[in-house]
């Protein structure tokens, strides 16, 4: 597999808390961008255990941890790479910028290059 991360593409071994706050990152950038959970920062394919719960949880955690609404601007997948299950998170492009978290852990305004913190 030869997937490395970049402007546009982010690398998790696993369903972290911080989901949100990449997420957030991409929807205010001008490209959006592509999650893959399963895959190490170097690009090893270490695969999820319970991708069916995992996705649930993802859409789930998007549809209510981020606003204006996200509907429609997010598509959640599972892959097989290297016969292990991959998730991969597709985000567009936001046109109701900036997004921002609705809880205490993800209450910052993010852009790619930048944390905008609303005091």
Same mark, same amino acid.
């Given at each position: 597999m030869s997937i490395k991360e970049n402007t546009r593409i982010e690398l998790k071994q696993e369903l972290t808390k911080d989901l949100e706050q990449e997420a957030i990152a991409f929807l205010n950038y001008h490209e959006g961008g592509v999650i893959y959970v399963g895959i190490d920062k170097y690009g090893t /394919? +270490?695969?999820?255990?319970?991708?069916?719960? %995992?996705m649930l949880k993802i859409k789930d955690r998007l549809k209510n941890n981020i606003m204006p609404s996200v509907?429609?601007?997010?598509? /959640? +997948?599972?892959?097989?790479?290297?016969?292990? %299950?991959?998730?991969?998170?597709?985000?567009?492009?936001?046109?109701?910028k900036p997004?921002?978290?609705?809880?205490?852990?993800?209450?910052c305004s993010y852009s790619h290059s930048f944390a905008f913190v609303s005091i």
């Amino acid at each position: 597999m030869s997937i490395k991360e970049n402007t546009r593409i982010e690398l998790k071994q696993e369903l972290t808390k911080d989901l949100e706050q990449e997420a957030i990152a991409f929807l205010n950038y001008h490209e959006g961008g592509v999650i893959y959970v399963g895959i190490d920062k170097y690009g090893t /394919v +270490v695969g999820v255990q319970d991708a069916d719960s %995992d996705m649930l949880k993802i859409k789930d955690r998007l549809k209510n941890n981020i606003m204006p609404s996200v509907m429609g601007l997010f598509d /959640v +997948v599972s892959e097989k790479h290297e016969g292990k %299950d991959v998730i991969k998170i597709t985000l567009a492009s936001g046109l109701e910028k900036p997004y921002y978290g609705t809880n205490i852990l993800t209450s910052c305004s993010y852009s790619h290059s930048f944390a905008f913190v609303s005091i």
